[in-house]
C-alpha cells in the first residue's frame, strides 16, 4: 500500500523559507514520478514542483522557479524535499507530495496525473 506523510508547514514570515517533507513508503518501481502540489482556498490544485526517480528530472511552476527546491534522500528514496525560499503571500496554501505515472512530455507535473497523495501540511505566510 503506498503511503505518503507530509511534514513541515507552519507559518512564516513573508521572505523567509521552511522546507516540507514527504515520507514515502510502499513504493514499487510502477510509479516514476513524485510531485509537490498545493491549494489555497478558492483556488485549484496546482503543480508546483515534480522530480521524476528514474532520471531526475526536476520541473517547476513558473511562480516558484529560482525559489523553490526539489530534492530526494538518495540513501533510502523514501523522503522527498521541498525547499522553499522568499516565500510570499500567493505561496499560502495546503501543500501535499504525491506519486503516479504521468505522460512524459509537457504538463507531466498536472496534478491529474498523480494517483496517490498525502493529506497535505499548511503553509501560512504572513506579511
Known amino acids: 500500500q503506498v503511503q505518503l506523510v507530509e511534514s513541515g508547514g507552519g507559518l512564516v514570515q513573508s521572505g523567509g523559507s521552511l522546507r516540507l517533507s514527504c515520507r514515502t513508503s510502499?513504493?514499487?518501481?510502477?510509479?516514476?514520478?513524485i510531485g509537490w502540489f498545493r491549494q489555497a482556498p478558492g483556488k485549484e490544485r496546482e503543480g508546483v514542483s515534480c522530480?521524476?526517480?528514474?532520471?531526475?528530472?526536476?520541473?517547476y511552476a513558473d511562480s516558484v522557479k529560482g525559489r523553490f527546491t526539489i530534492s530526494r534522500d538518495n540513501a533510502k528514496d523514501t523522503v522527498y524535499r521541498l525547499q522553499m525560499s522568499s516565500l510570499k503571500a500567493d505561496d499560502a496554501a495546503v501543500y501535499y507530495c504525491a506519486t503516479g505515472n504521468p505522460a512524459h512530455g509537457g504538463g507531466w507535473c498536472n496534478p491529474g496525473w498523480y494517483e496517490h497523495w498525502g493529506r497535505g501540511t499548511k503553509v501560512t505566510v504572513s506579511s
Open positions: 522530480i521524476s526517480r528514474t532520471d531526475n528530472t526536476t520541473y
Open positions: 510502499g513504493f514499487t518501481s510502477d510509479y516514476y514520478a
